[in-house]
């Protein structure tokens, strides 16, 4: 993959800025659930990233003015699974993915990754719609960050970061500034960031809607191919069949709000060493992609 390829409203640039050289650690760079791509420790020994949703039902507001976002939903992620949820705008897959992060608590039933309670930042690693990074940092200085909080040690910081600079295709980056580079490196090092803990679950929430097409085919190839690397349990949102389709071992279709489980789909297509093009072009991937889309709005219009 070519190297050729925004920041959080908290997030300000102190007065001086420091160089790459001597780009440190600051006490005041902590990060909240919605800025965090990994925040905390991996999770303990054993931890294989499967998720369970008993009957969770998740609501928001208080007395009369509250409105039920997704549920019930009952779902079950294997260890090593590529689960995509799809859907139309409002049908709750944000939401769904917040509660298995552990980002919110639902108002009934319950959510269970490896075995227990999500912890927020520690469970999972997070992939938002934008990247979030740390704009007065170098992407050496981003990711070093997110080793730091993994609990890597620093003087395994230059062979770590050098691996996950390499897994996304940003090798030769590492002294550039966020600024400098594109929309879909800046998704790159997002992405680099919630490997550096090694979770064993990633939760990615649309990380490519608000990029160009040629960009966003090329990030799905990343991703498919880190997944199959690294044997994560995958939880993907999007709204789009085609994307779900490539990226997906198994597709969950979501009604409209609140959201329920309207198909629930195993993709019987390779996830080895396979052509990109070729898999896009082939009859199966156009068949199960008219599949999940009339899924969708048929969801979306009942």
């Not at 979030?132 to 940092?137: A, Q």
Request: aromatic residues 4%.
């Amino acid at each position: 993959m070519s190297s050729s390829d925004t920041t959080s409203s908290s997030e300000t640039t102190p007065s001086s800025e420091t160089t790459p050289s001597s780009e440190t650690t600051s006490a005041s760079e902590t990060t909240s659930p919605g800025d965090t791509i990994t925040a905390a420790a991996s999770g303990p020994a054993g931890s294989d990233g499967a998720v369970r949703l008993d009957g969770v039902v998740h609501r928001y507001g208080r007395g009369g003015e509250t409105v039920t976002a997704v549920g019930p939903v009952d779902l079950t992620v294997p260890a090593g699974e590529f689960l995509v949820l799809v859907g139309a705008s409002g049908c709750g897959k944000s939401t769904l993915l917040r509660l298995i992060a552990g980002f919110e608590r639902p108002t009934e039933g319950g959510v269970r990754v490896s075995g227990a309670p999500p912890r927020p930042g520690a469970t999972a690693g997070v992939v938002f719609q934008t990247p979030r990074l740390f704009p007065w940092r170098t992407v050496r200085g981003n990711i070093d960050l997110a080793l730091r909080y993994a609990g890597v040690d620093r003087a395994h910081w230059p062979e770590h970061r050098a691996r996950l600079l390499a897994r996304v295709g940003l090798e030769g980056t590492e002294k550039r500034r966020t600024w400098e580079i594109s929309g879909g490196q800046q998704q790159r090092v997002a992405i680099a960031r919630a490997l550096a803990a090694e979770n064993p679950l990633l939760l990615l929430d649309e990380p490519f809607a608000a990029l160009d097409a040629l960009t966003r085919e090329r990030l799905q190839e990343d991703v498919r191919r880190v997944a199959a690397q690294t044997g994560s349990t995958t939880v993907f949102v999007t709204h789009s069949a085609e994307e779900a389709v490539f990226l997906g071992s198994r597709i969950v279709v979501l009604t409209k709000g609140p959201g329920t489980v309207a198909l629930d789909l195993p993709i019987d297509l390779p996830r080895g060493d396979v052509d990109a093009e070729e898999l896009r072009a082939s009859r199966e991937f156009a068949e199960l992609r008219a599949r999940v889309s009339h899924a969708v709005k048929a969801a979306a219009a009942a």
